[in-house]
């Protein structure tokens, strides 16, 4: 018993068109028994029991095929309207013949034989238009898949042709970009994307697109790229471009990067630096003037006072000389965050640091409670001058933002082999959760950033260019925690 497991349709529609070449075949082995004479023979066995054959081998053929399934109805179908075809021509042959009153011999065979070969032919043009349908489906399918990518894409993706430069496909994007339909679009010169006043440069540059493959942005000459849309906009864009092959055709696929948030980006970011480099000249010339001033009569003064006098002179002069000494850092600063130079990192004594800070931060808030839980250890932390920047605005933000009555604020140090973490503890009224990131600044615009001032604001970015870490976590019972993690210099 044949298991039905084993028999698929594929060998059902294939051994319907062998089944015919078998059942021809079969009819034609009577005629070995009945021919004589080698022609007869030929022509009246071996030919046609060949043809049966040769429609079996097609079944089979066409069953190893890598035609898909539900093509092999069409074959068949093809082949047994071949059978008839031709059958039905030589019934209509028979019966003009009978008419004539001719009468023909072996009908059968010639039947068989007419069976066979229409077989034949409509197998070989049933296995034809399969191959023909399973190249428009593959086609289509591929045409489908290069669309959706084409359209998934959040560029403009425009595709033209090497040799003419004639625009042949777009995406939606595309569409969106030059405000222009698809039907619009193609047809047009890829240089017609562009402004008319340098179109010369661009056809030069669709040229080195071709040679180098490479991503632009601008020209040689650092002028912007663009592209015209059609309400007269220019949009300034960045190319990515490939040539490939298709069907014979050299095409080139340009992918376009509407750029304009980013040169906005740019502008105000060079906007930003024009102020920076105003802040730097006001803190070089203005300030530091104004306080050599200030020094210089402070020193005439501590020459005509008595003693007690004298002691409140030399703090008012050592805050002066902080205050110059503050402007050449700020400065450094300044040209770092606008890219001047590089923010040299070096070996800096953390516990001189925080004791110095502590001493004046006491002599500014005399009605504040400054303590220290344990000892400040004795170690270096990868940062620069600007490490007392960071505590000074971390104390002055525990003092100025406290609601109680004396501001207490308690410092402690805690270290392990690779680092080092500062926590200055407040008592009061605390940081919210949905708060605690965002009084830095983080992820704001700068000085534009909903935290409590600047002062916050430079911690965060100068923790950042030492590599470390600042985060707040609430007091017990009241207030916040700042903690700021640095990485000790002898790890490095």
């Known amino acids: 018993?044949?298991?039905?497991?084993?028999?698929?349709?594929?060998?059902?529609?294939?051994g319907m068109i062998s089944g015919l070449g078998i059942v021809s075949f079969l009819a034609n082995?009577?005629?070995?028994l009945t021919e004589e004479g080698l022609i007869a023979y030929v022509f009246g066995v071996f030919i046609p029991m060949g043809l049966s054959l040769g429609l079996v081998v097609m079944g089979?053929?066409?069953?190893?095929s890598s035609l898909e399934l539900d093509l092999l109805p069409r074959v068949t179908g093809w082949t047994l309207a071949g059978v008839v075809g031709l059958v039905s021509v030589g019934a209509v042959i028979y019966l003009y013949q009978s008419v004539e009153g001719n009468v023909i011999t072996h009908g059968l065979f010639v039947a068989m034989n007419l069976v066979t070969t229409g077989g034949i032919a409509g197998a070989l043009i049933g296995v034809y238009d399969g191959r023909q349908r399973q190249e428009q489906r593959a086609t289509e399918q591929a045409r489908r898949r290069y669309q959706t990518v084409l359209d998934a894409s959040p560029d403009a993706v425009f595709v033209a042709s090497t040799d003419s430069g004639e625009i042949v496909d777009a995406n939606q994007a595309a569409e969106a970009l030059v405000e222009r339909p698809l039907d619009e679009i193609i047809g047009m010169h890829q240089s017609e994307l562009h402004p008319a006043k340098n179109r010369d440069k661009y056809r030069e540059l669709f040229a080195t697109h071709l040679n180098t493959e490479n991503v632009h942005s601008e020209f040689p000459d650092g002028s912007d790229i663009f592209v015209n849309t059609a309400s007269g906009d220019r949009i300034p864009v960045e190319i990515n471009a490939t040539g490939f092959d298709y069907r014979g055709q050299s095409l080139f696929i340009g992918v376009f990067r509407d750029i304009s948030n980013r040169r906005e980006r740019e502008a105000e970011l060079q906007n930003r630096t024009e102020q920076l480099e105003i802040l730097n000249r006001v803190l070089r010339h203005d300030i530091r003037n104004d306080m050599s001033v200030v020094t210089g009569w402070l020193d005439i003064l501590a020459a005509d006072v008595d003693s007690e006098d004298r002691d409140r002179i030399e703090r008012v002069q050592r805050a002066s000389q902080r205050v110059i000494g503050l402007t050449e850092v700020a400065r450094d600063y300044v040209k770092v965050v606008s890219g001047e130079k590089e923010l040299n990192l070096h070996p800096v004594s953390l516990d001189s640091v925080i004791q110095e800070v502590i001493d004046t931060r006491r002599e500014q808030y005399p009605d504040a409670e400054f303590t220290v839980t344990g000892d400040v250890p004795d170690v270096k932390v990868q940062a620069n001058e600007m490490l007392s920047s960071v505590f000074r605005n971390l104390l002055n933000n525990a003092v100025q933002h406290n609601n109680s009555d004396i501001p207490k604020i308690n410092i402690g140090v805690e270290r392990t082999d690779e680092s080092v973490t500062v926590s200055v503890a407040d008592n009061g009224p605390g940081i919210p959760d949905e708060q605690k990131e965002t009084v830095f600044g983080k992820g704001?615009?700068?000085?534009?950033?909903?935290?409590?001032?600047i002062g916050l604001y430079l911690v965060q970015n100068l923790i950042d260019e030492f590599g470390g870490d600042v985060w707040i976590e609430d007091n017990e019972p009241a207030g916040a925690v700042v903690k700021v993690t640095l990485q000790r210099a002898e790890t490095q």
């Open 1 to 14: 018993m044949v298991n039905s497991r084993l028999i698929t349709p594929r060998h059902l529609w294939a």
């Open 29 to 32: 082995v009577p005629h070995l």
């Open 60 to 64: 089979y053929r066409v069953y190893q």
């Open 444 to 453: 704001e615009q700068g000085l534009e950033s909903p935290g409590t001032g």
